[in-house]
């Protein structure tokens, strides 16, 4: 299995303790088994190649298993929620004074908290991430941001690929 590229779309709400994401993951697969890590996120809906696929959670493996054998070029399309935690992986929030951050600690193995993935080292892969918040809300990431867009009296924040 060869992941390439990871398109993530977040929207997150003031109030809310979760995380409503869309993804595409491009990948190329060689006749196995899909399996994704996702730890604590529903999964709304799960497509292969534009085709709704069955699926499995294993809460024990903390895993998404999807039905089938896949070979060759794949696009995996998955809408889900997730939570926003206290904990210190994942997605969490954080108080300072009167001021709510929410903020990400994805190593070794904490992006399965926030999306469904192949969370491991060994499977690096291209990202582009963007998210929709408040007007009045900032966002950062570790690429630098390639364009906002208003949607709907929130806004649209889209950040470069990473390398």
């Known amino acids: 299995m060869k ?3 990871y398109d993530l779309s977040f929207e997150f709400q003031k109030s809310s303790d979760y995380i409503n994401g869309k993804e595409k993951i491009s990948a ?3 006749g196995e088994k899909l399996e994704l ?6 999964i709304k809906s799960l497509l292969i190649n534009g085709e709704p696929r069955k699926f499995s959670l294993d809460s024990k493996k903390g895993s998404v298993v999807i039905e089938g054998d896949f070979n060759g070029p794949c696009d995996i399309e998955v809408e889900f929620v997730a939570k926003v935690t206290d ?3 994942g997605m969490y929030r954080v108080r300072v004074n009167d001021h709510e951050f929410l903020t990400t600690d994805f190593e070794p193995t904490g992006a399965r908290r926030l999306f469904p993935c192949v969370d491991r080292p060994q499977f690096k892969a291209e990202f582009q991430v963007s998210v929709v918040v408040d007007s009045d809300v900032n966002a950062i990431s570790n690429m630098p941001i390639r364009g906002t ?10 950040f470069e690929s990473t390398p």
């Not at 890590?37 to 529903?42: E, L, M, Q, T």
């Not at 867009?149 to 889209?158: N, P």
């Open 87 to 89: 904990a210190l992986r």
């Open 3 to 5: 992941i390439a590229r």
């Open 37 to 42: 890590d996702a730890v604590d996120i529903k």
């Open 149 to 158: 867009t208003s949607v709907s009296g929130r806004k649209r924040i889209e």
């Open 28 to 30: 190329h697969l060689n």
